[in-house]
Structures are given as structure tokens and as C-alpha cells.
């Protein structure tokens, strides 16, 4: 068993049966009150934020996490198919698992693959950022960089960010995976 000490932001604990990722923690002393860990988890199943507050020192089940770097190769259904990147073994993961960055997920893309203990897959974290093309968007006008204005564009993996009015179908854009923010424009 590990206690509060331990907390790290990314590691990992069992609550209730669920697994829960440390997003961010703060240790607290109030005056002449008790110690406290206060912690803000995210759900690895379902991406629900949670605040608990630990006394300092409590105990608590951290799970060991293997992460392990894998190759997107193709969507099957609703699962996707990636490939060790040393064995070149081939499994399927559930869109669940995939999260949200799963719409910004180009054929070829390596991804980080967390395993629990007991060898089943618990996330996918895809690269932070991602370079893609647009495939269908108003045209743009020359001159409309000024007003900071955005219009709804559709990528070649089907997401649909805002972009800046003067970027055009067939610009390549940056962006970041894990807000589905626009960043910049990228020359080829």
C-alpha cells in the first residue's frame, strides 16, 4: 500500500473499484487543524473529474501502469487496430478506450498505450499534437487575419475544429489533441 506521499502527477489509484489519474494534488496545513491532500482525479473509464481530500499520510492502492508505445494502423468497427511497435503484434482497442483523442488519429501514428497489472488496456494517449489536413471548409478571404474570427472546419479525420477565415480545404493545420484547439498553420 502507498500513502498520500506518494501522489505524483499521472500516477494512478483504485477507489471504489475504479481507476482514478492524478490530474493535479495540493498538500494543505490550516493553521492549527489537521494535514490534508486534496486532489483533483480523472475517471480512466468514463473522463469524469473528481475532488477527494486524503488525510496526510492515509493510505491508499496505487496501481502500477505499464505504458507502452504502439502504432495506429486501422479502424475496425467501432475498435482500433495497433501494432507493437518491437513485436509487431497486432490488438484491438475499444473506441472507449481511445478517448477523445481518437478523432484526431491518422493511419501511422504512434500513441502511448497504458496497461494495468493485470495486462488489460486501461487508455491511449495519442500524441499531444497533430498535423492535419483540411478536407472541407468555407473558402477563405484574402485580407480576414485581422479580426480573429474562426469558422467551423472539417480535418481529414472527420473532427471538426474553428479555425482563422483565410485558411483554406487542403492547408495543413496543427493541432492540439488534447483540447481540439486549433494552434497554427503549417507550411508544407
Known amino acids: 500500500m502507498a500513502t498520500t506521499n506518494d501522489f505524483r502527477v499521472g500516477g494512478v489509484l483504485r477507489m471504489e473499484g475504479e481507476l482514478y489519474q492524478i490530474e493535479e494534488y495540493t498538500h494543505r496545513t490550516p493553521g492549527n487543524l489537521r494535514a490534508f491532500v486534496q486532489a483533483k482525479m480523472r475517471n480512466m473509464k468514463t ?14 492502492e496505487m496501481v502500477r501502469m505499464e505504458k507502452k508505445p504502439m502504432q495506429f494502423l486501422y479502424r475496425d ?8 511497435n ?4 497486432q490488438i484491438n482497442v475499444p473506441e472507449k478506450a481511445v478517448g477523445t483523442g481518437s478523432k484526431f488519429l491518422k493511419e501511422s ?18 500524441p499531444n499534437f497533430a498535423i ?7 473558402p477563405g478571404l484574402r485580407g480576414d487575419t485581422a479580426t ?15 479555425v482563422p477565415l483565410f485558411l483554406n480545404e487542403g492547408d495543413k493545420v496543427r493541432v492540439d489533441t488534447r483540447t481540439g484547439e486549433y494552434l497554427e498553420r503549417v507550411k508544407s
Open 132 to 138: 492535419l489536413a483540411i478536407a472541407k471548409t468555407d
Open 77 to 84: 468497427g467501432s475498435d482500433f487496430v495497433f501494432m507493437d
Open 86 to 89: 518491437e513485436s509487431y503484434e
Open 47 to 60: 473522463g469524469n473529474l473528481k475532488e477527494v481530500r486524503f488525510r496526510s499520510g492515509e493510505e491508499v
Open 148 to 162: 480573429g474570427a474562426t469558422k467551423p472546419a472539417t480535418l481529414e479525420t472527420g473532427a471538426v475544429i474553428n
Open 109 to 126: 501514428d504512434n500513441c502511448d498505450i497504458l496497461f494495468s497489472e493485470d495486462g488489460t488496456i486501461v487508455a491511449v494517449e495519442p
